[in-house]
């Protein structure tokens, strides 16, 4: 008989957690044994969300109150800072995903710096392993803790990081600009996300400071540094990146359309779009696919990279349970069959 994974989800009360319910709910070898939530300790969770009642799905506890006993893995999605001591407290025979920011970072002080707190876990922090699923399958399947990537980044870093290996663009001048849906904030009330501030307008944020910087720049190496600016736009999910770059020596389009496909040929859910193509959220919302495409700007020898996914399926939770598939043995698209919902 197959084994079925026992699972456990912190942080259920927010959309990365309700998300990961939606999913694992079609997940053929996954049982959710516990909820944490801890607002919401009690309640149902179709209290919270009602578009997963009759799931039967346990009630939302505080994390102190939930056992681990027998657990296979647990998915963290508490929020950025309260996550480090709640991943040390996991038995180290429990698998750990975590979806905050709090593992991605490997050098603390950098994580400090923009994060504006001590990391209370350094220890833990080195065996963490980033879960850019496509680009690092093998450390994953090794991996007990996995740091799941944020949104912005894998949109950036599934293009850029195969063109930099295969030395088709400059490592200068690459420039990121990225338009997210509203739930990239989290599920809280704030008077930047009611719905009359951020109807019929569009805003940049975080310009030059936003803490996905230097993740980006970590996972592209070589000490490089990127221009990335960050969009909210008046939608629920999905993330759009238009990505810049130089081209290096004799490299053209073409030859970074055919690397993007020669790389990703193999993944299930990575979509590289045909000459004229472009991506859209639309494309892509409330599955796990990553679409890609590659334009010429013809007059200024730039390439652009257009890349679109749901922030929170291929950028959160999607992405959790992919590297949940991989570190477990599992066929890599249990779980995540959904195709995009449109319109």
Known sequence: MKKILKAVVYGASGYTGAELLR????????????????????????????????????????????????????????????????????PKSVKTIDLSADFRLKDITTYEQWYGKPHSQPELQAQA????????????RKARLVANPGC?????????????????????????????????????????????????????YGIATHRHTPEIEQELGGGLLVTFTPHLVPMSRGILSTLYVDLKGAANVEDLRHTLLDTYQNE?????????????????????????????????????LVSAIDNLTKGSSG?????????????????????????
Do not use: W
């Open 152 to 204: 912005y980044p894998t949109s950036a870093l599934l293009p850029l990081i195969p063109l930099l290996r295969a030395g088709l663009i400059s490592k200068d001048n690459i420039i990121i600009d990225a338009k997210s849906g509203v739930t990239g904030a989290g599920r809280k009330v704030a008077q930047n996300f009611l719905y009359t501030e951020v109807n019929e307008s569009i805003m940049a």
């Open 268 to 304: 299930p859910f990575m979509h590289i779009l045909p000459e004229g193509e472009l991506p859209s959220t639309a494309q892509v919302r409330g599955s796990n696919y990553c679409a890609i495409a590659v334009c010429r700007e013809r007059r200024t020898g730039k390439a652009i």
């Open 129 to 140: 392993v980033y879960g850019l699923t496509e680009l690092n399958k093998d450390a994953i």
């Open 23 to 90: 999913l694992l709910h079609t997940h053929p070898q996954v049982e959710v044994v516990a909820l944490s939530g801890e607002s919401q300790a009690g309640k149902d969770i179709a209290e919270v969300y009602p578009h997963l009642r009759g799931l039967g799905l346990p009630r939302l506890k505080k994390i102190e109150e939930i056992s681990l006993d027998g657990v296979d893995v647990v998915f963290c999605c508490l929020p950025h800072g309260t996550t480090q001591d709640a991943v040390a407290a996991v």
């Open 319 to 343: 992405q959790a349970i992919h590297n949940m598939n991989l570190m477990f043995g599992l066929e890599e698209t249990m779980g995540l069959q959904h195709l995009a919902v449109f319109p």
